[in-house]
């Protein structure tokens, strides 16, 4: 008896949850439908709790879904906020905390719903012909903003003949005379503009109060008086080619009169007022129309005059700005390196950093993203991840940083995933230090040799980091070393790093992948003749250049590839963004170099076997890129197979289906090539 309890004791003590390495699996397809995630999470402004969206997915109806969750800071009482099992999304507490106003969606349409803390009661309090966006309260707790889709006739409206009762004919033709008539993920846009409504707290009808033919979006802001709206748009005559420009104005709820109060050159955005009523902080930069242009946080007093920039020592992007509660600063996010850091700068701009691992909400690859809330005491509600679990709700208090969910533990705890290790290696062109991830396969024996998976990122101006991806740990459970680099061109390594790529993409960030290829050969972690290569969107453009300046891998998959420059330029649904930012000019002005830069240009040198990848429906790299890559591919006779998805638009892995898919087929056409 003593023997069996001493056993039961070693094991309580030895075994981490009493879970055996033994009865632990690798991460495989369908546990991408058990994953969850926190998102938006929303502090009180007590700070004693937290809403916030708990997202998973639905593996019958194969697409994500959203409920609003309730918890108080120190982890006790986590519960569901309501009882319908329905879309909610957008929780917003009052000034005073004793409601949430939130949005919650059917098949029927969006609509706003209210929340009572006290009683837990619910109820509808709009009958909106669109969805709504932007919700937010006024300081008095009477009102909402939000801003919502107000429809314009087509502009040809031809008269047709009457149809004979009964007869089938075909569909009304689409008519437009937009610069923007499409979005990738939204297909075409219905003919309108987003303006500004406001709602009684206590329910009612809704009131427009913008007009005019333009775009009324983005984060909203009240003044303290609860009398004015400060928003950012752009209201300039041109406002269709000129649409890298936005400027922050206010309006009058009663009158609906318009001030502007900035006019710089480029975008002035995410107006936030303060708490005291005497600034108005934004994000923006000076238009110098180049490939990247660094976000700084700028203040300016309420009538628009003495504009400062505060983060003038901070060459990063600043998003996700939010007001101390005694206006004396603004807590915001950035990326640095890879990796999503939430800090304060006082408005003499003093920046403090306050906590890392901001983001795990972007499951399929590991970009950033995530969220975060500030309550009136200053303690701070965030998604927090790291390579081993997507988003987790984290409190942060003074100097203590607490997870209090973990969503994922009835998963991840028996599951072995791919240790992430982080890289800097020397690029071979100018000597600068370039940063990567390795992630090796489940119980990895350093005295084995594994195949390399080189997985390129998309933007390009973007970055991996150092966070949780589903896709990437299935690469790994399939057996191979998976590398992740950001390149030159990605963010979050300042504004002259990202910018780079101008007139040169692709260019060095070639060499940048390739000296990463290199370095882990020189450490034994790779082999020369186990080199496989994939990515997707700006990850394809870069998997199809590489194929073309060299044949050292055994197989590639170039997913939702760019391949023509000139094609994709006047295709894509951004066509219109390219000239000028990207390369000089528009395609027919300068031809010669927008071909050079396109990976269709060296098709004649590719030998390596390629798979290529496209969603049906998407509409940035539009299927013709692939298919042009594929036919040329084809017609030279080099092994390659064509993979259309379909239902999908550029994020191919929107559906949980569809990122097995993706991954699934990649799998399979290395395992062809992958040599014993």
Do not use: C
Not at 158 to 185: M, Q, V
């Amino acid at each position: 008896m003593q023997k069996i309890a001493f056993i039961i004791l070693f094991l309580y003590i030895f075994i981490p949850n009493g879970i055996s390495q033994n009865t632990k699996s690798n991460f495989s397809y369908l546990d991408v439908f058990d994953l969850e995630y926190v998102s938006n999470p929303q502090i009180s402004p007590n700070g004693e709790w937290v809403v916030y969206q708990r997202m998973g997915f639905d593996i019958m109806k194969d697409k994500k879904r959203s409920n609003l969750w309730m918890v108080r800071t120190n982890g006790t009482d986590h519960q569901k906020l309501t009882s319908r099992e329905v879309s909610e999304s957008s929780a917003s507490w009052s000034p005073s905390g004793n409601r949430i106003a939130f949005v919650s969606s059917t098949i029927e349409g969006s609509e706003i719903y209210m929340y009572w803390v006290k009683t837990g009661k619910i109820a509808k309090i709009s009958q909106l012909p669109f969805s709504p966006g932007s919700l937010t309260w006024s300081p008095n707790g009477l009102q909402l903003a939000f801003s919502m889709h107000v429809p314009e006739k087509p502009p040809v409206a031809a008269k047709l003949p009457a149809k004979p009762k009964g007869a089938k004919w075909a569909e009304t033709p689409r008519i437009t005379n937009r610069l923007k008539h499409e979005a990738d993920g939204k297909g075409y846009l219905d003919p309108g503009f987003q303006h500004i409504f406001v709602i009684s707290a206590d329910g009612g009808a809704a009131r427009q109060i913008t007009k005019d033919n333009f775009h009324h979006r983005g984060s909203l802001s009240w003044s303290p008086k609860s009398d004015k709206i400060y928003f950012s748009a752009n209201r300039n005559e041109d406002w269709e080619y000129d649409f890298r420009n936005s400027e922050v104005y206010s309006v009058e709820i009663n009158s609906g009169k318009i001030i502007q109060l900035t006019t710089a050159k480029g975008p002035d955005q995410s107006p936030k007022v303060s708490p005291n009523g005497k600034y108005i902080a934004y994000s923006g930069f000076e238009d110098k129309k180049q490939a990247h242009q660094t976000h700084q946080l700028s203040i300016m007093h309420i009538d628009g005059s003495s504009k400062k920039v505060l983060t003038t020592t901070l060459d990063r992007n600043v998003s996700n700005i939010i007001w101390d509660d005694k206006s004396e600063g603004l807590y915001f996010s950035y990326d640095d390196k890879g990796n999503t850091k939430i800090a304060h700068v006082n408005l003499t701009g003093i920046i403090k950093k306050l906590a890392d691992n901001l983001g795990g909400t972007s499951i399929g690859r590991p970009y950033a993203g995530g969220s975060f809330s500030v309550s009136n005491n200053g303690t701070i509600a965030y998604t927090y991840s790291t390579p081993e679990f997507p988003a987790e709700l984290a409190i942060k208090k003074a100097k203590s940083l607490q997870t209090i969910t973990n969503l994922n533990a009835d998963l991840l705890n028996y599951r072995t995933l791919g240790e992430v290790e982080e890289i800097w290696y020397k690029s071979s062109f100018d000597q600068r230090d370039i940063q990567g991830w390795i992630v090796y396969p489940p119980n990895y024996n350093a005295s084995k040799k594994y195949p390399l998976l080189v997985e390129n990122h998309g933007g390009p101006i973007l970055n991996y980091g150092d966070r949780f991806s589903a896709e990437i740990q299935l690469f790994a459970a399939a057996g191979y070393i998976v590398f992740y680099p950001n390149p030159r061109g990605s963010t979050s390594y300042g504004e002259e790093f990202a910018n780079l790529l101008l007139n040169n993409y692709p260019g060095e960030d070639y060499n940048d992948v390739m000296d990463g290829v290199d370095a882990l050969i020189k450490k034994g972690i790779a082999h020369e003749e186990q080199l496989f290569v994939t990515g997707g969107s700006a990850g394809g453009i870069m998997t199809a250049w590489i194929i073309g300046k060299n044949n050292r891998f055994e197989a590639a998959a170039v997913i939702k590839p760019v391949v023509n420059w000139i094609s994709k330029t006047l295709v894509a649904d951004n066509y219109f963004v390219y000239a000028n930012s990207r390369y000089p000019g528009q395609p027919w002005e300068n031809f010669e170099n927008y071909w050079k830069f396109s990976p269709l240009s060296l098709v004649g040198n590719v030998e390596t076997p390629t798979m290529v990848m496209v969603g049906m429906d998407d509409l940035r790299t539009p299927p013709s890129e692939a298919k042009q890559l594929y036919h040329a591919l084809k017609l030279r006779k080099i092994e390659s197979v064509l993979v259309e998805i379909p239902g999908a638009g550029h994020g191919i892995a929107a559906r949980p289906s569809n990122l097995i898919t993706k991954v699934a087929n990649i799998l399979a056409w290395f395992e062809k090539y992958k040599k014993e």
